[in-house]
């Protein structure tokens, strides 16, 4: 595959790419570090609510779907279509902040701070710089709603599937691993 076939802007590639490189390295500190306490790592762990993960995660990659879905609308001329698609995507990731609320004020109640245990510390860090990106990506989705430009539409999908992609990555290393 040569760079000319990638769909979108390579600035947009460029951009994914450090992303996903900044949530790898995340993760992988998070995993080194569980290396040396394996037990309170599981302990803190099993205190998460696996329920709360899941149902975000059925959000979010629904979510992900309404974003497919503006795009294919977008590159057939439905601009309204593209727009109503968009809005739901946005609507996905603004429920899915609100469980995650919901979630970080269980935590916070029953003494998981970002400093009672170093699983807590990457817990923290990792969901709430992801919280920050589905931030960023709802903003863009309803902005690139206004116009729904093709282009526009893709490059803010291409964006929102990074942010889904992200939470796949985190589900499992956060919620899951033991």
Do not use: C
């Not at 919280?131 to 309803?142: E, T």
Request: no cysteine.
């Amino acid at each position: 595959m040569d760079i000319d076939d990638l769909p979108g802007e390579l600035i947009m590639w460029i951009l994914i790419v450090s992303e996903l490189l900044i949530f790898a390295a995340g993760i992988t500190a998070m995993m080194a570090m569980q290396l040396t306490d394996p037990p309170g790592f599981a302990a803190a762990r099993a205190m998460l609510d696996g329920r709360m993960a899941a149902l975000n995660t059925v959000v979010l990659v629904t979510s992900g779907l309404f974003a497919a879905r503006a795009e294919r609308a977008a590159g057939a001329g439905d601009r309204r279509g593209a727009r109503g698609a968009l809005m739901l995507a946005a609507l996905g990731g603004a429920v899915f902040l609100a469980i995650k609320a919901v979630e970080y004020s269980r935590d916070l109640s029953n003494g998981a701070g970002m400093e009672s245990h170093p699983f807590f510390t990457f817990y923290f860090l990792l969901t709430g710089f992801h919280a920050a990106h589905v931030i960023a990506g709802v903003a863009v989705l309803a902005l690139v709603a206004i116009r729904a430009r093709p282009d526009a539409v893709q490059a803010g999908a291409m964006f929102w599937h990074m942010v889904d992609l992200v939470w796949v990555l985190i589900l499992p290393s956060i919620y899951l691993m033991g």
